[in-house]
């Protein structure tokens, strides 16, 4: 499965909310039901960016396509642009039988989950194990120019 990755400047250079919308204008550009439920998720996932929770733990839209993990950057490195991607995506994702997954935070698991209930396409990742989560490590490809430069 193709990956693709994402990562947004959010808070001091944004406000959660102001993350959220650059989110969901990326997930979903154009007026429809797909936009309307991640408008109605507003509330829920910007307190989670808020509290960091989106960080380093992915919001993941899959679909029939490449998978996109949406993170996002905070305090210095989002005011400085350090690890922010926003570019478009190369399709849109929210169309056909997507899904977002949220995050699950260390507290309120029980509130978030019942939020969550009423949006069909939206619901919490499994939470990953504590030796698992410590070993991923995004991976950012590396481009050797030593060949072209000898040319």
């Known amino acids: 499965m193709t990956t693709v990755a994402r990562r947004f400047a959010s808070t001091p250079e944004r406000t959660a909310s102001e993350t959220w919308a650059a989110i969901v204008d990326l997930l979903a550009p154009a007026a429809g039901?797909?936009?309307d439920e991640l408008v109605r998720a507003s509330g829920?996932?910007?307190?989670?960016?808020a509290d960091e929770v989106t960080k380093d733990r992915p919001l993941v839209?899959?679909?029939t396509g490449p998978q996109v993990r949406i993170?996002?950057?905070?305090?210095?490195?989002?005011?400085?642009?350090?690890g922010?991607?926003?570019?478009?995506?190369?399709?849109?994702?929210?169309?056909?039988?997507?899904?977002?997954?949220?995050?699950?935070?260390?507290e309120d698991a029980e509130w978030v989950n019942g939020q969550l209930s009423q949006l069909p396409h939206i619901g919490v990742s499994a939470p990953v194990p504590e030796a698992k989560a410590a070993a991923v490590v995004p991976l950012v490809p590396v481009i050797d120019l030593t060949e072209l430069r000898s040319s």
């Open 33 to 35: 039901a797909a936009r």
């Open 44 to 49: 829920l996932i910007s307190m989670l960016i």
């Open 61 to 63: 839209v899959s679909l």
């Open 71 to 82: 993170y996002t950057v905070h305090g210095d490195d989002s005011i400085d642009g350090r």
């Open 84 to 106: 922010v991607t926003e570019a478009p995506l190369a399709t849109n994702v929210t169309t056909g039988a997507w899904t977002l997954s949220v995050p699950l935070p260390d």
